[in-house]
């Protein structure tokens, strides 16, 4: 087995000296480096390159805007539609890492999938562990937050600045503390079910600012929610 294809079956990899790995490591930080000495003015210029730096490995739904700077190892993301990223975004993407549509990332977070190795020796000959991390729709990151391999966060979860998230968050969650606790749900069982099953953050990006007023209402009452389901409805009729 390749040490390409053991990162990709999350088994121990020579993520250092396999020269597969290495080539395609270094094509990853040409680009990177060439996207963050665009100008910040080099608005097409930078969605050009980072498509070439998603397109192969990785995966983009719709409109994105990504501040530099931002590193990441291989290109090995996927970003739903209405991404964004503030400065100085990391992802160590030895495996897959899933953003889900309006994902808001602030200053300064991490993103690692990758691991090394518990024992001395192992870890002194290069061999690392990479396991995904999927961020779900309607997210929102602060400040300095670092998120572990194999963690999945649900939909509308926010998440505290300097928090490290180490387990799966259920949706709806919000989370703060070292290592992440959830302190409270958003809303009650009932409305996260509700809005998990409407999947609003699927309407068009016209659709959710011609309805602002029904995203503003932090305790969503009943009437907005039914309101907000129809539109949902609608929607996915017209897309049918």
Known sequence: MKEIEKAKAGYLYDANNDEEII???LICADLCY??????????????????????KNGHIE???LITQPFHCDYGNISIGN???TNYNCS????AKVTFGDNVFIAPNCVFSTSGHALDAVQRAEGLEIAWPITIGNDVWIGA????????????????????VITKDIEPYSIVVGVPGKVI???FSD???????KAKWWNLPINTIRENLSLFRDQHLSEENLILLEEICSINNIQNI
């Not at 300095?144 to 928090?163: E, L, M, P, T, Y």
């Open 82 to 84: 209405n991404f964004y």
């Open 184 to 186: 409270k749900r958003r």
């Open 190 to 196: 009932n409305v996260i079910e509700r809005l998990l």
């Open 144 to 163: 300095g937050v670092s998120i572990c391999r194999n963690v999945k966060i649900g939909d509308g979860c926010v998440i505290g600045a300097g928090a």
């Open 91 to 94: 992802i160590l993407d030895g």
């Open 62 to 64: 719709g409109d994105f």
């Open 34 to 55: 060439e996207y963050n000495n665009c100008r910040p003015s080099e608005l097409d210029k930078q969605k050009e390159i980072m498509r070439k730096i998603l397109g």
């Open 23 to 25: 080539k395609k490591r």
